[in-house]
T-cell receptor, first 114, second 114 residues
Framework: EAQVTQNPRYLITVTGKKLTVTCSQN?????MSWYRQDPGLGLRQIYY???????DKGDVPEGYKVSRKEKRNFPLILESPSPNQTSLYFC?????????????FGPGTRLTVL | AQSVTQLGSHVSVSEGALVLLRCNYS??????LFWYVQYPNQGLQLLLK??????LVKGINGFEAEFKKSETSFHLTKPSAHMSDAAEYFC????????????FGSGTRLSIRP
């Protein structure tokens, strides 16, 4: 089954404790992206990647890091989480340059930083 | 810079009534426009998209949207609402395919009254 998976689905942590949210897709998509969703603000793009070893900032990259060492994986790293990073996070992927531009979203990771 | 405005954070209609969710955008170049739906506790799912060509776009579940360049609008409609349409709907814009920076609106929650 074609899908985007995220782990963990729920996470409660404390300020300053490094964490990683994993994202994996099995569709051989070149493009992957991370978003955060906050009430009244919709989805805001954090980082995106056009292919392996190619990443770029979205609109709200501060406090986050990403890496793209393999095509299927795009982890989101919070080196020193703060309470303002409490949010619902979504990973998405799509093909590039194929005339197909539908993004497929993961189920979301709800993060609480105390 | 691109932006998206969704008019009305919450819309309530009766079952069988017309659904109209409004979206206006700004873009310095011809836009790609999308509508996504988010059901409770799920990720986003593409409803429909406009890239080029026909300005009336048909999507899944009986939804359609019309790209009106003169009005910079991309409103989502459905002739007859079903209870299963209750969800949050997001309009989004990008300058190229969605495999690039994409800007989401703040979302409209659609409620259906029996």
């Amino acid at each position: 089954e074609a899908q985007v998976t995220q782990n963990p689905r729920y996470l409660i942590t404390v300020t300053g404790k490094k964490l990683t949210v994993t994202c994996s897709q099995n569709m051989n998509h070149e493009y992957m992206s991370w978003y955060r969703q906050d009430p009244g603000l919709g989805l805001r793009q954090i980082y995106y990647s056009m292919n392996v070893e190619v990443t770029d900032k979205g609109d709200v990259p501060e406090g986050y890091k990403v890496s793209r060492k393999e095509k299927r994986n795009f982890p989101l790293i919070l080196e020193s989480p703060s309470p303002n990073q409490t949010s619902l996070y979504f990973c998405a992927s799509s093909l590039v340059g194929q005339g197909t531009d539908t993004q497929y979203f993961g189920p979301g990771t709800r993060l609480t930083v105390l | 810079a691109q932006s998206v405005t969704q008019l009305g954070s919450h819309v309530s209609v009766s079952e069988g009534a017309l659904v109209l969710l409004r979206c206006n955008y700004s873009s310095s170049v011809p836009p790609y426009l999308f509508w996504y739906v988010q059901y409770p506790n799920q990720g986003l799912q593409l409803l429909l998209k406009y890239t080029t060509g026909a300005t009336l776009v048909k999507g899944i579940n009986g939804f359609e949207a019309e790209f009106k360049k003169s009005e910079t609008s991309f409103h989502l409609t459905k002739p007859s609402a079903h209870m299963s349409d209750a969800a949050e709907y997001f309009c989004a814009v990008s300058e190229y395919s969605s495999a690039s920076k994409i800007i989401f609106g703040s979302g409209t929650r659609l409620s259906i009254r029996p």
